[in-house]
Nanobody, 110 residues
């Protein structure tokens, strides 16, 4: 399985951005897709995940601001991020079950 993520960039606090991640090459159904993030000198942490049936899970820090969605037919997962804060600055990694993508950088300026 290969993952390709896009959508990161520089945004001002309070702004919005959408990350996208597409999986290709999987011979099997992908159960869980999600996003994690890692800020400098911090551990990687879950941001949000979504199961193949649509069940979602969010980190407390992003609840009410971020929305994860998924197109199963295209093995694509999205992360809509609103009301961004400087503390959201991190490298964001998507995953499809146990496969990780290369990451996309989000920087939120104050």
């Amino acid at each position: 399985v290969q993952l390709q993520a896009s959508g990161g960039g520089l945004v001002q606090a309070g702004g919005s951005l959408r990350l996208s991640c597409s999986a290709s090459g999987s011979r099997f159904k992908i159960n869980v897709m999600g996003w994690h993030r890692q800020a400098p000198e911090k551990q990687r942490e879950l941001v949000a995940s979504i199961g193949s049936g649509g069940s979602t899970n969010y980190a407390d820090a992003v609840k009410g601001r971020f929305t994860i969605s998924r197109l199963n037919a295209e093995s694509t997962v999205y992360l809509q991020m609103n009301s961004l804060k400087p503390e959201d600055t991190a490298m964001y990694y998507c995953n499809a079950d146990h496969t990780w993508g290369p990451g996309t950088q989000l920087t939120v300026s104050s």
